[in-house]
């Protein structure tokens, strides 16, 4: 009840009905501990309707010569390094399979357990959706260039320019799932004046794939990668590029809203590109095992300032239409090609 009063101002535009869908939640942490069914049900409550699972494909290796008895549960909280753990996606079709029958129309399950630097990561997508038709809806969180995550991960840095990803988003045109997509914008630490270095090669890739749906994870923002003077006018550009118009970003992670919500003139920059592009932005929590309903819902209301900035149905789009609009949309395409799939076993073989 308190929680409800907390958030009413957010949604006053909409009383019934879900409050928000969430475009962004993950099941499993960096050491792949699980949020169970029940859960998963709890937080989620009656405020919040439908919601993106993603398990997190990396894995923080305990490492004894490292960390000794000082067991890491974060990818900040220790040097060794993360690897990608496949088994995710069976573990996630496991739990979504274990909702009641009643609540699995809530979940859009993501396919996350593929290293995208690698020419078979199809796949092992293609082998996921044989493996467990009628589940998955999309693929990711994946990440390309991401702060910290990308150095320290096994193998040779996943990058826009890797050919192994033109096929990802290739098969991502041919079937239909929608992709969450990580990639920072720019390095860490800039030179003052210089263009963020991973935006153009984003771009430049996304031209390439007008069949794919694409959200950008945080729209290119992170912990550390901070928008640059001018960003809001670099993310305007992409809307109005009419080569970009799958394109579209995810509002998430509350380090990221922190960013955004203030100065005052980046948050009425904002305000501006979600009220003059009200269909390209969905909102969501990034939120990782949350505990408690309320510690899950604390992410929503770090956007407060920015939701009660725009009109109540630019709002109701970021919180809920543009969700249902791509989602939907996914599940009946991966559907589709589900049926039509030759691979596909028969029923009982
Ligand atoms: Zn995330």
Redesign the pocket.
């Known amino acids: 009840m308190a929680l409800a009063a907390l958030l009413a101002p957010v949604v006053a535009a909409s009383q019934t009905g879900p409050r928000f869908h969430d475009g ?1 939640f ?1 099941t499993t942490d960096y050491i792949q501990r699980e949020i169970s069914p029940l859960e998963l049900l709890e937080v989620l409550g009656d405020g919040v309707g439908r919601v993106a699972l ?1 398990g ?1 494909p990396l894995q923080q290796k305990w490492d004894a010569f490292v960390s000794g008895e000082r067991a890491p549960d974060y990818y900040l909280r220790s040097d060794a390094s993360l690897y990608y753990y496949s088994f995710v996606d069976a573990a996630l079709a496991a739990m979504v399979r274990a909702l009641p029958a009643a609540e699995r129309d809530r979940v859009d399950p993501m396919i996350t357990g593929f290293n995208p630097t690698d020419m078979y990561a199809v796949d092992h997508i293609r082998r996921v959706l044989r493996l467990y038709p009628g589940v998955f809806t999309g693929i990711g ?1 994946f990440s390309i260039h991401k702060e910290v995550v990308s150095s320290k991960t096994v193998g040779h840095n996943a990058s826009l320019r890797n050919p192994a990803l033109e096929r990802i988003l290739d098969f991502a045109a041919e079937t239909g799932l929608v992709v ?1 997509l ?1 990639s920072d914008a720019d390095v860490i630490l800039p030179r003052p004046g210089d263009r963020p270095a991973h935006f153009d090669p984003l771009a430049e890739l996304l031209r390439r794939h007008p069949g794919a749906t694409v959200l950008w ?2 729209a290119g923002l992170g912990r550390f990668v901070e928008p640059t003077p001018g960003y809001a006018g670099l993310i305007e550009d992409l809307l109005e590029d009419p080569d970009l118009v799958h394109l579209h970003f995810d509002l ?2 509350d380090v990221v809203a922190e960013q955004l919500v203030a100065p005052e003139e980046r948050l009425a920059a904002w305000a501006d590109l979600l009220e003059r592009w009200p269909d390209r932005f969905v909102l969501g929590s ?1 939120t ?1 095992v949350p505990a408690t309903e309320e510690a899950y819902l604390a992410n929503f209301e770090a956007w407060r300032p920015l939701l009660d900035r725009i009109s109540p149905a630019t709002s109701e789009r970021v919180r809920l239409r543009n969700y249902e609009r791509l989602f939907d949309a996914a599940r009946r395409r991966v559907r589709a090609w589900e049926q039509e799939d030759p691979g596909a076993s028969a029923p009982g073989s």
């Open positions: 962004h993950h993603m997190i969180e969450m990580h994870a945080h998430s992670w990034d990782v």
